[in-house]
């Protein structure tokens, strides 16, 4: 089993920026490729990024990208997400979640593909 703890989420204003975080606990994150999805109020959640297992391959969804990067320390089994340039379209709670990874270039976009999901963390952008 894979615990994950999201952190860092808040209220900013459009244009700013915001880092998550991902702590993982009970297995070591090197062997999972790792995602963020997003869910906004009253609407299906969202692929937002993921990355490989070993960092070496990532992904994003086109209304994020150029604007956030997933990254990861697997030796602190941490994962991030750094957004900026933030819109008010990006409020949501967003999730992180871990897929066992059958090799170093995979990486999922699907949501049933993550067998773990942490608690969600809310990130409001105000106008």
């Known amino acids: 089993q894979v615990q994950l703890v999201e952190s860092g989420g808040g209220l900013v204003q459009a244009g700013g920026s915001l880092r998550l975080s991902c702590a993982a606990s009970g297995r070591t994150l090197s062997s999972y490729a790792m995602g963020w999805f997003r869910q906004a109020p009253g609407k299906e959640g969202d692929f937002v990024a993921t990355i490989s297992r070993n960092g070496g391959f990532g992904y994003y969804a086109d209304s994020v990208k150029g604007r956030f990067t997933i990254s990861r320390d697997n030796a602190k089994n941490t994962v991030f997400l750094q957004m900026s340039s933030l819109k008010p379209e990006d409020t949501a709670v967003y999730y992180c979640?871990?897929?066992?990874?059958?090799?170093?270039?995979?990486?999922?976009?699907?949501?049933?593909?993550?067998?773990?999901w942490g608690q969600g963390t809310q990130v409001t952008v105000s106008s």
């Open positions: 979640t871990a897929a066992s990874a059958n090799s170093d270039a995979d990486y999922y976009t699907g949501r049933r593909q993550y067998a773990y």
